[in-house]
């Protein structure tokens, strides 16, 4: 069968043409996670933190918000990688419930003000962090939401490790839900939306929050639906684990039906971040149909 070739004319000229800038994006964000993988090798071994992964980060950010320049989508970037550097260590690293504690310990004395300990990867990290993210005015006033945030995803992380501990003693898939949190989708929102200090935003932080978790909440399911076979291999919980597909697609729709409400509800004081955070969906939607974040360990 012969393939029909698109129309040739001046939209998809200028629909290309953004595609390109927002590709452009991406490649120069995966070029500035590759330099700090260099920087922390132990924090990031070349599998699974391979090419594709940093590529892949840097693009789903690019598309979330692809009005931004690149100084502005560094330092998201860097926070979703940081993120995976947290998950590869409690998931995989972790040998007691100990280790995670004094990593926990560890990261929240940082988030406070505090010098990473010697030897600390993961701290001097979440340091650069910090500090890059103190640099902007609008960090003083929002620095505690930020720590905030960043306690939820260790807990939330936490929380998942025990669970793995006892097989025969799984959650339900609403608490499995309510941990959503161990994405870490809405402590990179933070940071994007401290960083790029739009006034409106962080006038409405408190709903823009509120939005983001239940869209953490429908990446959290649509992340399962993609990674099933592979969470299998790496023995991490998964949704599927603990309910029929079903019942995990019906929960998505209502979640995104919950979320559009509160899109709307926020397009009149902060359209552009509604925006970002409508694109989180479906950029995840189409993306998880046909790959994953990981390389190979």
Not at 73 to 98: I, K, P, Y
Not at 138 to 158: G, Q
Not at 257 to 270: F, S, W, Y
Request: glycine share 6%; net charge negative; proline share 5%.
């Amino acid at each position: 069968m012969t393939e029909t070739p698109p129309s040739t004319g001046g939209d998809q000229m200028s629909v290309a043409a953004e595609q390109g800038r927002i590709c452009a994006l991406a490649a120069k964000g995966q070029r500035d996670l590759a330099k700090v993988a260099a920087i922390y090798p132990e924090l990031f071994p070349a599998k699974p933190f391979d090419a594709t992964l940093f590529g892949n980060v840097a693009m789903a950010i690019a598309f979330g918000a692809p009005w931004c320049d690149v100084a502005q989508l560094r330092l998201t970037n860097r926070a979703v990688l940081w993120g995976f550097a947290v998950d590869w260590l409690v998931d995989h690293e972790a040998r007691s419930r100990d280790e995670i504690d004094r990593l926990t310990a560890r990261c929240l004395a940082v988030a406070d003000g505090a010098t990473p300990e010697p030897g600390d990867a993961l701290g001097g990290f979440l340091a650069e962090l910090r500090d890059e993210l103190a640099t902007v005015p609008a960090f003083a006033a929002h620095r505690d939401r930020w720590r905030e945030e960043t306690r939820k995803v260790l807990a939330a992380m936490a929380r998942e490790w025990d669970w793995k501990q006892n097989p025969d003693q799984l959650p339900s898939f609403e608490e499995y839900l309510d941990n959503a949190d161990n994405l870490a989708c809405t402590v990179v929102n933070v940071v994007h939306w401290i960083h790029t200090a739009d006034p409106a935003t962080l006038t409405h932080l408190d709903a823009m929050l509120a939005a983001s978790d239940r869209v953490q909440r429908i990446l959290r399911l649509v992340n399962d639906l993609g990674t099933y076979e592979r969470d299998l291999r790496w023995g991490d919980l998964n949704a599927l684990l603990l309910v029929p597909r079903t019942e995990v697609e019906q929960r998505i729709a209502e979640l995104v039906a919950q979320a559009r409400q509160l899109l709307d509800g926020l397009r009149e004081n902060c359209p552009v971040q509604a925006d970002y955070l409508a694109r989180q969906i479906g950029f995840s939607s189409g993306f998880y149909r046909s790959t994953d974040f990981w390389g190979v360990p």
